[in-house]
């Protein structure tokens, strides 16, 4: 696979499918530029475990930012033995006494692995420093060690991006009304939400000092607009399309289902329970 050709004319593709009447983008447009994505992403997958590489992808933003959606866009076609999705929950009383960073690093990719973390250690600088779950003299120390600790992860051979999903206020109210008026979603909506909806300000100011301390040459943050779901999606699985430095995979011959013989035994009439057919 090029690092060129294909993935251009999977990419260019995609931006054709976009260019829709009145910038609308619409379900079909969407589908069809995803699917091309999907594709490319499937040959990554190939190229990550054919190299060994080691692949951590980070996805922070407010709640309703659309991270959990682009995610699951990000990962609906490829393996999860290969792209592993890590969303931790809250630490435990074992954990709290552990140096902050320990119960992260167990979860860092090994060769031909693709880590995703929803959320990750950055909780230290924007949920927990927000919320008051630890104190400034330990979000103090996280900013400040933080650059060195990736520093050493990248050093390690770690492919490290760091994504920022960026929503307006009215967006993101938007998006947490739906929840609640949608059974469907409400199970999204925690305590943590309503908690930390009206901090708004507090959570932009814990976000700037974030990424004034922790952009960095060698693991900066990208920020991506969310307010449009499919368009963040698109865009963020382009990019890392873009950042993943890919090249010729292993010729693979064509593959022909093997000819099977039916019938050598004949299955026994079981007094098995079946599902019921309602549909």
């Known amino acids: ?64 930012a659309g991270k959990g959606g682009t995610i699951k866009a990000l ?50 600088a924007g949920v927990e420093r927000v919320m008051g779950f630890c104190g400034e003299k330990d979000v103090r120390w996280f900013l400040q060690t933080a650059p060195q600790t990736e520093f050493a992860m990248v ?3 770690i492919i490290l991006l760091k994504y920022w999903l960026e929503v307006s206020p009215e967006e993101q109210e938007r998006r947490l009304t739906a929840r609640i008026d949608d059974g469907r979603k409400l199970w999204k909506l925690s305590p943590m939400d309503l908690k930390s909806f009206d901090r708004w300000d507090d959570y932009s100011e814990a976000r700037d000092e974030m990424f004034e301390t922790t952009d960095t040459e060698w693991a900066p943050w990208y920020v991506a607009r969310s307010e449009n779901k499919k368009r963040v999606r698109l865009n963020v699985i382009s990019h890392i399309l873009e950042k993943i430095p ?31 057919e309602r549909f």
């Open 1 to 64: 696979m090029g690092k060129g050709k294909d993935k251009r004319e999977a990419e260019k593709s995609a931006r054709e499918a976009l260019a829709t009447t009145g910038g609308v983008l619409g379900r079909k447009e969407y589908e069809h530029a995803l699917e091309e994505l999907h594709v490319e992403l499937v040959k990554l997958q190939q190229w990550v475990v054919q190299e060994g590489l080691k692949v951590c992808i980070l996805f922070e933003g407010r709640d309703g």
């Open 75 to 124: 990962t609906e076609r490829v393996s999860p033995r290969v792209f592993r999705v890590v969303a931790l929950p809250a630490p435990t009383e074992r954990e709290k006494s552990q140096m902050y960073i320990q119960r992260y690093v167990p979860h860092l990719p090994a060769a031909g692995e693709v880590v995703i973390f929803d959320r990750s250690w950055y909780n230290r």
């Open 155 to 157: 050093k390690s051979g």
């Open 246 to 276: 890919t090249g010729k995979l292993e010729k693979q011959g064509k593959i022909v289902l093997p000819e099977r013989k039916i019938g050598r035994y004949t299955p026994k009439e079981l007094p098995l329970k079946y599902v019921p």
